[in-house]
């Protein structure tokens, strides 16, 4: 095991502790469902004065001890969340560097920055354009390839809205608000309109908050997972699906089979669902009430590479197709979801 996931081991044991702790959804479910019932389209929402409009993708950065979240306007969602290594600069974290990193830093400089993109954040008071540095994260997602010729759906990002029947998570959406801790989207569809706040949530180190509200129809639409990147441990790659349900007044959490397509399961109402590579793991936690069911898919390596792919492929020693990926998805039901996502907790 490289020393990575050594780390990381010590956080198992405490983990499901904290997911409990921070995310007790299944009791607020059961105790208040009058609270939840009173949610409805109808709420007038707040007019906002846009900051930023425009068709073009646009990159935007939140960043604490523990974590570098970028933003996409395409969906309003994440296409990155990289994890600061431990150091001087970063005392906080837990992550350390490891060979891969100071490998793909020598063979493709390009895709050993962070963010992979120019972006915007927030820095004394106001709204700064930055570019990215050499080195320094680990990402938690699959990004896309600079040089690469396959291009990456936003479908693919983490977070979005999407549906099989429209082509909603190619839509840009307007930046409204954008401050050190929060950022916020806006888009006005003909038949919706949809207001997403993204936060760091107080006292819960890697995780942060999602609101999101929609006024109008919330037919056939679920919120993605991303597509988590591939962590090696003694040379092998462990992908795994979990899912939390509340059954005979227990909680139970269960591996799913890895899709070979795409699965959907509408009979059940999911605690949470997770998406990890072993050691990282991405959970979508809902803390209102959502619609029953859940989805898994798989993503062919070759569409959406590894990272690891761009080491030595003269000899293809990470041959993408060999590494394919999965993603999740949960349904959405009505206005005024609070979904928690919480990074690098292994899935019990």
Same mark, same amino acid.
């Given at each position: 095991?490289? #020393?990575? *996931? ?13 997911? /409990? ?5 299944? /009791? ?12 409805? &389209?109808?709420?007038?929402? =707040?007019?906002?004065?846009?900051? %930023?409009?425009?068709?073009? %993708?646009?990159?935007? +950065? ?15 969602? $994440?296409? %990155? ?6 150091? #001087? ?7 350390? =560097? ?18 992979? &993109? ?7 008071? !106001?709204?700064?354009?930055? #570019? ?8 938690? $997602? ?12 936003? !479908?693919?990002?983490? $977070?979005?809205?999407?549906? %099989? ?5 190619? @839509? ?54 991303? +597509?988590?990147?591939?962590?090696? *441990? ?25 899709? #070979?397509? /795409? ?27 959502? @619609? ?13 590479? *590894?990272?690891?792919? $761009? ?38």
């Amino acid at each position: 095991m490289d #020393k990575r *996931t050594i780390l990381l081991i010590i956080l198992l044991a405490a983990s499901f502790y904290v997911i /409990q702790l921070f995310f007790p959804q299944r /009791q607020i479910r059961k105790t208040y469902p009058e609270k939840i019932s009173q949610v409805t &389209h109808e709420k007038p929402l =707040e007019k906002k004065t846009f900051i %930023e409009k425009g068709t073009k %993708e646009v990159f935007y +950065v939140l960043e604490n001890d523990f974590q570098q979240l970028v933003f996409s306007s395409k969906g309003g969602s $994440l296409t %990155e969340i990289n994890l600061p290594f431990k150091s #001087k600069k970063n005392k906080y974290s837990v992550v350390n =560097e490891i060979k891969f990193d100071k490998e793909l830093k020598n063979v493709s400089k390009p895709n050993a920055t962070f963010p992979l &993109h120019t972006y915007n954040t927030y820095e004394d008071g !106001k709204i700064i354009q930055k #570019k990215g540095s050499l080195g320094g994260y680990n990402p938690l $997602l699959r990004r896309q390839i600079i040089g690469s010729e396959n291009f990456i759906s936003p !479908k693919l990002y983490a $977070l979005n809205i999407v549906s %099989e029947y429209e082509d909603i998570e190619n @839509a840009n959406y307007d930046l409204v608000r954008l401050e050190k801790d929060v950022i916020e989207f806006e888009i006005t569809l003909p038949d919706r309109k949809i207001i997403k706040t993204y936060k760091f949530a107080k006292d819960a180190p890697y995780t942060f908050d999602l609101n999101i509200s929609i006024q109008g129809s919330t037919k056939n639409l679920w919120i993605t997972s991303g +597509v988590p990147e591939v962590e090696l *441990t003694s040379g092998r790659n462990s992908p795994i699906l979990k899912i939390k349900t509340y059954r005979k007044q227990k909680n139970v959490v269960d591996k799913l089979s890895l899709p #070979k397509t /795409q699965n959907t399961v509408s009979s059940i109402y999911p605690d949470w669902i997770c998406n990890s590579n072993g050691f990282f793991g991405l959970i979508i936690d809902p803390l209102t009430e959502i @619609a029953p069911g859940y989805r898994s898919k798989y993503i062919a390596g070759q569409s959406f590479p *590894t990272r690891l792919s $761009l080491i030595d492929p003269q000899y293809k020693l990470y041959p993408a197709t060999k590494y394919p990926g999965y993603e999740m998805f949960l349904p959405l039901k009505s206005n005024n979801k609070k979904i928690s996502f919480t990074k690098n907790y292994r899935c019990f």
